[in-house]
């Protein structure tokens, strides 16, 4: 079945809203000192495309035009830091590419156009009422891009002074971060095919069933494998570990709690998935027990 206009129209739309935020970003950079860092220069063109997507989505009413920004952002970063790639660093962009594409599509895929938003972001319209634009902005908009600028820092690092030669830490992180695009592909594939059977209320089969959020492992996985490449370069320092460390804090002080308070309001039986099943790391997965068998 092909996409409604509706749908199509809400495409085009946030193809052309990210079109001009990234001509934002250009302009910014453009008009910047030379002498400034490209680290530096990166970070005020990403705020300024931030606030170009808020701006359409104060305009449209759909915070959610936001959400392919944590995706599609990293790729155009990269390339800009990029004077040159050797074969490590090119190898890095190439699975940090598949990663962005992966995730854009599937936001395009499950976005159902303008009348559909994040269910966190109708909460806090319902929650903040007339405060919600400064939380949209702040909360759902300038938080994440400064989260994922963050993430961002070690491959900064490790393209100012890519390693000589081939590195084990290169070697490392590649392989981790192509096992967390990986992780989440699959994730997502045992997830959908599992909300079209119809079978049950909750997913605990496949990777699923070993951890409970394996797509938001595997999205650590990423940005701690990019983190790995960057130990590789000359200049680096166990402290680009912090970058996506601070990825980690998010997922477990916001975005894991949050979408688990959800699932037990309409399903209470998740108490149990909690006790079984490891959050994030796969653990040997545990019997699951019937309410029979606790009695």
């Not at 895929?109 to 966190?120: L, P, Q, V």
Request: one cysteine or more; charged letters at 15%; glycine letters at 6%.
């Amino acid at each position: 079945m092909g996409m409604s206009n509706s749908k199509t129209r809400a495409l085009l739309t946030a193809a052309a809203v990210y079109l001009a935020a990234f001509a934002a970003a250009a302009a910014v950079i453009l008009t910047l000192p030379e002498e400034m860092s490209p680290l530096v220069k990166v970070l005020i063109a990403d705020l300024a495309a931030t606030l170009v997507v808020y701006g359409a989505s104060r305009i449209f009413g759909n915070a959610s035009l936001y959400d392919p920004y944590w995706s599609a952002a990293p790729p155009v970063i990269y390339l800009y830091w990029a004077d040159g790639m050797t074969a490590q660093t090119a190898m890095l962009f190439f699975l940090l590419l598949i990663w962005s594409v992966r995730l854009t599509w599937n936001w395009a895929h499950r976005w159902k156009g303008m009348d559909d938003e994040d269910w966190r972001y109708r909460e806090f319209r319902e929650r903040t009422g007339k405060f919600f634009p400064m939380v949209e902005l702040f909360g759902i908009m300038i938080y994440p891009t400064l989260q994922v600028f963050i993430a961002m820092i070690p491959i900064y690092v490790l393209l100012a002074a890519p390693p000589a030669e081939c590195s084990p830490w290169m070697v490392i992180g590649l392989a981790v971060t192509a096992s967390g695009i990986l992780l989440e592909y699959i994730a997502d594939i045992q997830m959908d095919r599992f909300k079209q059977s119809g079978t049950g209320r909750i997913m605990k089969s496949g990777l699923w069933g070993v951890s409970r959020h394996p797509n938001y492992l595997g999205e650590l996985m990423v940005w701690f494998g990019a983190a790995f490449c960057a130990l590789a370069s000359p200049y680096a320092s166990l402290l680009l570990l912090l970058c996506p460390l601070s990825m980690l804090l998010l997922f477990l002080s916001v975005s894991i709690p949050w979408i688990e308070r959800k699932i037990l309001k309409t399903r209470p039986e998740y108490e149990e998935v909690q006790r079984e099943i490891s959050m994030l790391i796969p653990w040997k997965k545990k019997t699951l027990r019937s309410a029979e068998d606790r009695i």
